[in-house]
T-cell receptor, first 114, second 116 residues
Framework: DSGVTQTPKHLITATGQRVTLRCSPR?????VYWYQQSLDQGLQFLIQ???????AKGNILERFSAQQFPDLHSELNLSSLELGDSALYFC?????????????FGNGTRLTVT | AQTVTQSQPEMSVQEAETVTLSCTYD???????LFWYKQPPSRQMILVIR??????QNATENRFSVNFQKAAKSFSLKISDSQLGDAAMYFC?????????????FGKGTKLTVNP
């Protein structure tokens, strides 16, 4: 158990809809990362938050947004969903801003858009 | 931008044998970190091993070891005495130490099958 909790585990929704994915980092971790893993692909970095502030942005679509709350949990909002958004979405956390500390991943949320 | 390439989409190994998974990366930086993650069918991302670029000594974790060739920008993973539980997707990842983010850049992965 990595200590990172993601909910829900599975999500099935229709095109055009909006969903929210939730992540609770490991206790004490201030940095949260979101990744998207499409079929047969590696993990694509979406966005990073540190202590409530956006720190880095990757290949995140304008239809997607995220935030980190004062209690350090994070939410990833996906809107106007398309079939191509079907993927496994991972949240990861790490303490502080240490380059040596590994990212600890949650078990992911499997999103299926029909 | 940094990129990570895993040229072997799939590999197989006999139980108890040794297998090496390849990874190359592209960067202009001199200081960085490299990681191997394992993703079993459960989908969980599990850290296998990590290497600091400034260390010449190759990292080792039990049956897992790396061959880090900095000049060649190569970072291969060797699994010795392969076990059925080693069957998984393996991802190589790079982390820069500059640029304002501690994110990992991942390769596309290698699917490892272990045959009994």
């Amino acid at each position: 158990d990595s200590g990172v909790t993601q909910t829900p585990k599975h999500l099935i929704t229709a095109t055009g809809q909006r969903v929210t994915l939730r992540c609770s980092p490991r206790s004490g971790d201030l940095s949260v990362y979101w990744y998207q893993q499409s079929l047969d692909q590696g993990l694509q970095f979406l966005i990073q938050y540190y202590n409530g502030e956006e720190r880095a942005k990757g290949n995140i679509l304008e239809r997607f947004s995220a935030q980190q709350f004062p209690d350090l949990h994070s939410e990833l909002n996906l809107s106007s969903l398309e079939l191509g958004d079907s993927a496994l979405y991972f949240c990861a956390s790490s303490p502080l801003l240490s380059y040596n500390s590994p990212l600890h991943f949650g078990n992911g949320t499997r999103l299926t858009v029909t | 931008a940094q990129t990570v390439t895993q040229s072997q989409p799939e590999m197989s190994v006999q139980e108890a044998e040794t297998v090496t998974l390849s990874c190359t990366y592209d960067t202009s930086e001199s200081d960085y970190y490299l990681f191997w993650y394992k993703q079993p069918p459960s989908r969980q991302m599990i850290l296998v091993i990590r290497q600091e670029a400034y260390k010449q000594q190759n990292a080792t974790e039990n049956r897992f070891s790396v061959n880090f060739q900095k000049a060649a920008k190569s970072f291969s993973l060797k699994i010795s005495d392969s076990q059925l539980g080693d069957a998984a997707m393996y991802f190589c990842a790079y982390r820069a130490t500059q640029g304002g983010s501690e994110k990992l850049v991942f390769g596309k992965g290698t699917k490892l099958t272990v045959n009994p």
